[in-house]
């Protein structure tokens, strides 16, 4: 039994055209007459089954109080700020350290005699 064989007994419970000479086919072998006659007794249980009841659909989303709302939104702006502040704070440090320290001490160095 192949995937093919139950797609032509589905289609055929699904009153979609079917090949009938293959259908012959594929009754003669014992499995696809049980699968027939499972699918069968599938729909039979489904028709018969209580239909299912209407989906309640929500008539009111609640909204989250105001206070929520402000709250969330000056954590919001808050951390953009400290963003903000911390890519300033960055921007000029790192000017700073490019540059070259200025020098505490310098040395000479006087060349060494060859002769020596």
Same mark, same amino acid.
């Given at each position: 039994?192949?995937?093919?064989?139950?797609?032509?007994?589905?289609?055929?419970?699904?009153?979609?055209? @079917?090949?009938?000479?293959?259908?012959? $086919?594929?009754?003669?072998?014992? !499995?696809?007459?049980?699968?027939?006659?499972?699918? @069968?007794?599938?729909?039979?249980?489904? $028709?018969?089954?209580?239909?299912?009841?209407?989906?309640?659909?929500?008539?009111?989303?609640?909204?989250?109080?105001? &206070?929520?709302?402000?709250?969330?939104?000056?954590?919001?702006?808050?951390?953009?700020?400290?963003?903000?502040?911390? !890519?300033?704070?960055?921007? $000029?440090?790192?000017?700073?350290?490019?540059?070259?320290? &200025?020098?505490? $001490?310098?040395?000479?160095?006087?060349?060494?005699?060859?002769?020596?």
């Amino acid at each position: 039994m192949t995937t093919d064989d139950r797609d032509v007994l589905s289609a055929l419970l699904d009153n979609e055209p @079917v090949d009938a000479d293959l259908l012959a $086919r594929l009754l003669e072998v014992p !499995g696809n007459r049980a699968l027939l006659v499972d699918f @069968v007794r599938l729909r039979a249980a489904l $028709r018969d089954a209580d239909p299912p009841g209407p989906t309640p659909v929500p008539q009111h989303v609640p909204r989250p109080p105001m &206070t929520r709302v402000f709250l969330r939104s000056a954590a919001g702006l808050a951390l953009v700020g400290l963003g903000l502040a911390g !890519g300033a704070w960055y921007a $000029r440090h790192a000017a700073d350290a490019s540059a070259a320290p &200025t020098p505490s $001490r310098i040395v000479q160095l006087a060349p060494l005699d060859a002769s020596r």
